[in-house]
């Protein structure tokens, strides 16, 4: 699975496998020697996959069994053959792979397979499967693209400001409050103009509720490297469909995400930051494809803002 | 393919992982049947004319000491694939059998 995460996200993803033989299985030890062996023929990874595709072949065979099956499989794989029988037991392996185990086994690791990502422990017993792991992906390929310092104060609050955000269902147009928010409409035409919302889906559409962006990760959980805290108008309200309103978790995590409320929401009242409404393409927004990030994985592709461009009067 | 302590997890593995460095960000859906009254209303607002506060964070995690001579980064001894320079390095402790 790794391997292929690896192989769909080439420059964002490296991969390092060590070897943990589970001392219960009989097994185990003789299968890392293969890979290292091959590995010593620049094969390691074509035996590494090939162990795990064909698992249920060999793991009922006697040891003599499996290492002539091992053998077979060296020469269809185009090994030289006499060395990878020689290297199989030789002592330089057999102590790499038992090394790798007693390493494993110091460290405590639970069982197979255990991960890190960056590090830090993955934990165990999760599913180890694309759909936890491509979102830690996108979140950390983020990071390329996020800020270390806060956006500098680039808007004049005497002036109006529009956004146009231009989507494949539409454009919606978003008339800024620069008077009533001046920090999050400054927060937000900065980031236009950088480009971090350009590609960007609508990853969270609840029909009744709202429609949410803002996260080039798609994840929900992406920002700009940055939080900033709430201004809170009480005059503004979330009184109709329309309001912009700022994305938080929790008060004064402010980053790049946002919400378009698609009806009255008055439970967000001076909880979240409003900083502007739909002036134009409000059926846009309405026909956005509901997707629903707490409710599984099985979700259809958010629709995609192409583009955001700021127009300043 | 996971060996041994057979239970499943309700929670993702992504969440688990984010938990404490990151969450998503709400808002929350309101219940089903929506208070009449705004809960909102009792909470301090914050005067819109004082300057908003804003801090540099990461995603990075910090790895503890132990963690880190435990778990030892990719070495010259390890089996690698992909670019150093990845923004997300996998270690893979794992069993072919």
């Known amino acids: 699975m790794l391997a292929q995460l690896q192989a769909k996200y080439p420059n964002e993803v490296r991969l390092t496998f060590r070897h943990f033989p589970l001392p219960q299985h009989d097994k185990s030890l003789l299968a890392a020697q293969a890979a290292e062996a091959a590995g010593l023929q620049g094969k390691f990874w074509e035996m590494h996959d090939l162990l795990y595709a064909h698992q249920s072949d060999w793991e009922t065979l006697t040891a003599g069994q499996f290492e002539d099956w091992l053998k077979t499989q060296a020469a269809a794989a185009g090994l030289d053959t006499a060395r990878f029988e020689t290297d199989l037991h030789s002592d330089a392996i057999v102590n790499k792979v038992k090394q790798a185990q007693q390493n494993a086994l110091k460290a405590g690791i639970p069982g197979t397979p255990y991960l890190l990502v960056n590090g830090k422990p993955y934990p165990y017993g999760s599913p180890v499967d694309l759909i936890n792991l491509e979102p830690i992906v996108k979140l950390y390929a983020l990071t390329r693209r996020q800020f270390d310092t806060c956006p500098p104060m680039q808007i004049d609050v005497r002036k109006a400001y529009s956004a146009t955000l231009k989507t494949v269902k539409g454009d919606i147009v978003i008339q800024l409050f620069p008077g009533q928010a001046p920090t999050t409409v400054n927060n937000f035409v900065f980031l236009a103009r950088q480009g971090w919302f350009d590609g960007m889906t609508f990853h969270r559409v609840l029909p009744g509720f709202i429609a949410q962006t803002g996260d080039p990760s798609g994840t929900g959980y992406g920002s700009p490297g940055y939080y900033f805290s709430n201004e809170i108008d009480p005059a503004l309200k979330f009184d109709a469909p329309g309001v912009v309103g700022m994305a938080n978790s929790g008060s004064d995590s402010n980053g790049s995400q946002f919400f378009i409320t698609l009806a009255a929401a008055p439970d967000l009242n001076g909880r979240y930051t409003i900083f502007g409404k739909v002036i134009q393409g409000m059926d846009v927004v309405q026909k956005l494809t509901p997707r629903d990030p707490s409710k599984g994985s099985d979700l259809p592709p958010g629709d995609k803002v192409l583009s955001v461009t700021i127009e300043e009067k | ?97």
């Open chain 2, 1 to 97: 393919m996971r060996k041994t302590l057979p239970f499943s997890l309700l929670l993702t593995g992504l969440a688990l992982f984010l938990a404490g460095c990151a969450s998503a960000a709400t808002p929350a859906q309101a219940t089903a049947t929506p208070s009449p009254t705004p809960a909102s209303a009792a909470s301090t607002p914050t005067p819109a004319a004082a300057a908003a506060h804003c801090t540099v964070t990461s995603l990075e995690a910090t790895v503890e000491p132990t963690t880190a001579s435990l778990f030892p980064p990719p070495g010259a001894s390890d089996w690698t694939a992909g670019p150093a320079s990845a923004p997300v390095t996998f270690i893979e402790y794992g069993d072919f059998m």
